[in-house]
């Protein structure tokens, strides 16, 4: 409006935080998702699997319903590191399918409309700005992993008592730490790849051929070479290292714990860099 019409007053509402402002390109993202069915029937999915579990454990503790199906023993399974382990490397799974269909999406559009400047222009870092991006990948995937886990355990808890809990307290340490390792495994590779491939199809094929590739290339390097050494590229193997040592099972790798941390820490901070060449306020054109 005109200056001279003297008409105009301040805001004067509720200003938001300075520490959340990142979270509204979070809230704007998953108005976007929302509205797609595929991701609505992906998640629904990717919870079929809990619901059994969670089924199963009820009727593995009724023991007048195992006799109705003349079921020969007291229990229908053992709850112990292997069901665990199963568990979550399901979900596990599921998670990394619907980052490869969310994650293309989150930074391309943003880097192909060279609409950058105008985020950085306003009080928003750059850290900020991933960070409200990669939220998304986090709350989402959370609600497929460590959420599911976390209810198995405590609905075991409540059938089999606390004592039970107490002892295999280690099973429900290793579905968070696993579960967090991987979310932020798949979030920032899945950033990364979306700023540096630009097209959303070819984003979501690359990142399901990049997991796939390092599973191929440590499989090969183990069958020629007679060595590990190529599962330390391979993200999945690492992520099954750590849950294996929580649950008390073996794995096809003789790879370290520590190893293992150290190889994941190195593939996060090379996202990271990977996101700090694309992610900028400015764009040089040659």
Known sequence: ??????????????????????????????????????????????????????????LNHNVRLLSLLQFHGDHLLTVNGKFFMGLMSTQSFCAFLMT?????????????????????????SRTEYVLGRACVLLFLLSFVTWVPGILVFGVETSLSGTTWAWDNLNYATGVIVGSWLWISVLTLLALALSAWVRWKIVAGGLLLGVMFATTAFAAAVEGILRTNAGFYLDPAALVAVIYA???????????????ACLALVLICAFCVWLLSRKIRAFQVVR
């Open 1 to 58: 409006m005109a200056v001279y019409k003297r008409s105009y007053s301040s805001y004067e509402g509720a200003l938001t935080p300075r520490w959340s402002r990142f979270l509204i390109l979070t809230r704007y993202s998953y108005q976007g998702l929302r509205q797609s069915r595929i991701l609505t029937w992906m998640f629904l999915l990717s919870l079929i699997f809990p619901v059994l579990v969670i089924a199963t454990l009820y």
């Open 100 to 124: 490869a269909f969310i994650g293309p999406g989150l930074v391309s559009p943003d880097l192909t409309n060279n609409a950058l400047p105008l985020y950085f222009c306003r009080p928003l």
């Open 245 to 259: 040592r929580f649950f008390d099972t073996r794995v096809h790798t003789d790879i370290e714990v520590p190893g």
